[in-house]
């Protein structure tokens, strides 16, 4: 079956330590997205990229870091300097790249807690 | 910059009740994208709808229909006769072109929607 898949579901990590979020697509899909999502914020864009070994920031990429050296990878790096990173982190991709005509599909999530 | 308005905040209704969930989006542009997405209590969004600027037409889907008005920059969405399964949140989105010409979505911020039997 074709989708997304985010791992691990639930992440705990201690104050200052760096922590790697990943998602993986077999849509042969060229864009992958990053988003934050808290209580009542709505979802917030981290980074994104539209093309392996390219990638750009979001809206809220301090504190982030990615990598795209697979078209179906795009894991993202919660580092220490991020200040408040408990949140929900969705991942999610689509095929139109460049364009407006942008349906994204989402993986499942990964909650983050920073103890 | 672009803007997604979803004032709404919690709706709760009774089953077999229609609900409408509004949304209000801003832009200079006059080439955009519209979209409505579900997150059930799972946590994955679901794609529910897109609508480009140029197509005012509204549309149904089974017990779903939205209404696009330009004139009042809405992109609105009705539940006929709610099931406890609508329950979830519901997010409008908002597409346009970024320097460069790479797309991004604009989300607002969620409307949970809370369908009780």
């Known amino acids: 079956d074709g989708g997304i898949t985010q791992s691990p579901k639930y992440l705990f990590r201690k104050e200052g330590q760096n922590v790697t979020l990943s998602c993986e697509q077999n849509?042969?899909?060229?864009?992958m997205y990053w988003y934050r999502q808290d209580p009542g914020q709505g979802l917030r864009l981290i980074y994104y990229?539209?093309?392996?070994?390219?990638?750009q920031k979001g809206d809220i990429a301090e504190g982030y870091s990615v990598s795209r050296e697979k078209k179906e990878s795009f894991p993202l790096t919660v580092t220490s300097a991020q200040k408040n990173p408990t949140a929900f982190y969705l991942c999610?991709?689509?095929?139109?790249?460049?364009?407006?005509?942008?349906?994204?599909?989402f993986g499942p999530g990964t909650r983050l807690t920073v103890l | 910059a672009q803007k997604v308005t979803q004032a709404q905040t919690e709706i709760s209704v009774v089953e077999k009740e229609d609900v409408t969930l509004d949304c209000v989006y801003e832009t200079r542009d006059t080439t955009y994208y519209l979209f409505w997405y579900k997150q059930p209590p799972s946590g994955e969004l679901v794609f529910l709808i897109r609508?480009?600027?140029?197509?005012?037409q509204n549309e149904i889907s089974g017990r779903y229909s939205w209404n696009f008005q330009k004139s009042t920059s809405s992109f609105n969405f009705t539940i006929t006769a709610s099931q406890v399964v609508d329950s979830a949140v519901y997010f409008c989105?908002?597409?346009?072109?970024?320097?460069?010409?790479?797309?991004?979505?604009?989300f607002g911020k969620g409307i949970t929607l809370s369908v009780r039997p």
């Open positions: 999610a991709s689509s095929t139109e790249t460049g364009t407006l005509y942008n349906e994204q599909f």
């Open positions: 609508r480009n600027s140029f197509d005012e």
């Open positions: 849509l042969n899909h060229d864009a």
């Open positions: 989105a908002l597409s346009e072109a970024d320097v460069g010409a790479n797309s991004k979505l604009t």
């Open positions: 990229s539209q093309i392996v070994n390219d990638f």
